[in-house]
């Protein structure tokens, strides 16, 4: 098979001739184009006496990405350097090691075809069984390396079909991975063009060898998805049910065990309504144990450090579906989607997935009403709560069996209200109410505490000139335990349209050193998080300098989060686009 041997060699001989082709382009422009990026990402850390934070051996880290695509015609070729010298920035997957080729890849498109081979990303349906991101932010780029078709037979019938392995840092995993999906458009195949109905089906498979000797579970695992998508006017629906088929479960993120053998499965809905400036979106869903990875077992890299914990060689897109709060003190507390299975004993934990959904309403009043004013006002009303599926648990050895529609123990819940309106040309403001409660324990593992947390955050945008503005924001949090009360206030000013500079502190107080906390080592104490720094932008040119101190915890986007350590230092970020 074509992804057996491509580790081997064909992508050294695939990055010479890419490099080739694009040294070509740059001389002969008429025959076709070239692009690219440069990002570099620094930080040199600092010794913090007053946090107890110890800088690294080597205290200067820097991840950089040099990105070249080169068109010609009904051809593209791409590839992207990487390097992380003398070591890349602190929590990043440690598979992330020194310089090299990252990716690299050549495509065609014909007429109904598109044929690639290197490197892609991709995802089918909404990517519960396959998705291959890239997000620098988190370290991931879990690319595939092997081949890819896809083929339009009809203008309403889309299918592809693709085989390889995955990307983890500058290796692959052992897994050889295949899948297949298929989207029929159903509208025009009966002549009906009032509304959209679209009928997915997908197929994703892992084969990977194992050392067990007689297991139980297949060598090939299966997984599927089956999905329709209707629209019509301002109202869509979309319903996906997902199976995966019996394997060794990871349980508490370590490793198999030949007699725990589960299968998985999801199911997602989706409803919503939007026009003329409302709108309303319902979301619920439903995991168990929906950890699929290119290999069966994570890489482990210390006390409970593993692969796991930098997403690394995971094939499905199982983000948390809440609200995406912008504000600093509304991501202290965290959701991550519960796809995992824990079954341990020592902590009196069962848990096999999640349960639970999102209804997110949103309201535009009409300017020149008395609530609405001059410029109208916009109201969001944000609910989701999520549980742990209620069933039985059997802590040694480890077992379960779920209900399936019945809900366990809550793991979280996030509600919220937010109001921005225009009060003149001269002047914008925002005001967020969030109420959340966040079941550490049962969440983490870790420690028996759950804390209720009530938060009031403030932003006002001022432009106090033809290209000049200001933006001041204020943020308090009171909560039940952990750490209790957070106050946050920062101001940014844009000078000109090219640069801005800004100032921040976050404060933790009221908190009792004895009593339930998290930890007792992320900065357990009365501490002031300062930062403050700058932005240059010109074209397509920006450089972004920033000192001071970083709160551990995670950092999320999209749902997917990272966690990174308490630290303090300067940072230095710069991407050109050419």
Known sequence: MIYSFLPKLNLLILSQLILVSISYAQGNEKKGTWVGSLESNSQYYF????????????????????????????????????????????????????????????????????????????????????????????????????????????????????????????????????????????????????????????????????????????????????????????????????????????????????????????????????????????VWRRLENMNFMSEREPTIYGFEQSGLNYNDKILNYVPAINKQHTYSLSNIYVFQAQKLVSIDPFANIGKAGEIGGMIDFFYDIKKGTKVGGKHGTKIELAMSSYYNLAGSYTLYPPDYSTSWITTGQEYFSDYSLEITKKFNSSLNGNLEFVKQSFNNRLITGAARVKIETSIISTRWWIKTGTKSSTKISFEHMWASSDRKNWVEGMIEYNFNGHFSAYASDMYNYGYDPDGDLIDHITDPFDIHFYSFGGTYKKGTFRATLNVGRQRGGLVCTGGICRYVPPSTGVGLSVIKVF
């Open 47 to 282: 010794e913090d006496k007053s946090r107890m934070v110890v800088p690294p051996d080597q205290p200067f880290r820097s991840n950089t990405y040099l990105s070249i695509q080169y068109n010609l015609r009904s051809w593209t070729a791409g590839l992207q350097l990487e390097s992380y010298l003398p070591n890349a920035i602190l929590n990043m997957n440690p598979q992330y090691k020194g310089v090299g080729l990252g990716t690299a890849y050549i495509n065609y498109k014909a007429k109904k075809a598109d044929y690639t081979l290197g490197y892609f990303y991709d995802q089918f349906g909404s990517g519960l069984i396959f998705r291959a991101w890239e997000d620098r932010s988190l370290g991931i780029n879990n690319a595939i390396l092997g081949a890819r078709i896809r083929y339009n037979p009809t203008p309403f019938l889309h299918l592809t079909t693709l085989g390889g392995r995955q990307r983890s840092g500058f290796t692959l995993s052992k897994g050889m991975l295949a899948g297949l999906n298929a989207e029929l458009e159903v509208f025009p195949l009966i002549h009906k063009s009032n509304g959209s109905l679209t009928i997915g089906f997908s197929y994703f498979g892992r084969y990977e060898s194992t050392y067990i000797a007689d297991p139980n579970f297949k060598l090939l695992t299966n997984s599927f998805s089956e999905r329709i998508n209707y629209t019509k006017n301002n109202f869509f629906a979309s319903v996906e049910l997902v199976q995966k088929s019996n394997d060794a479960v990871i349980n508490n993120l370590v490793s198999i065990n030949n007699d725990f053998i589960k299968p998985g499965s999801a199911f997602l809905a989706n409803m919503g309504y939007s026009k003329n400036g409302k709108g309303l979106n319902l």
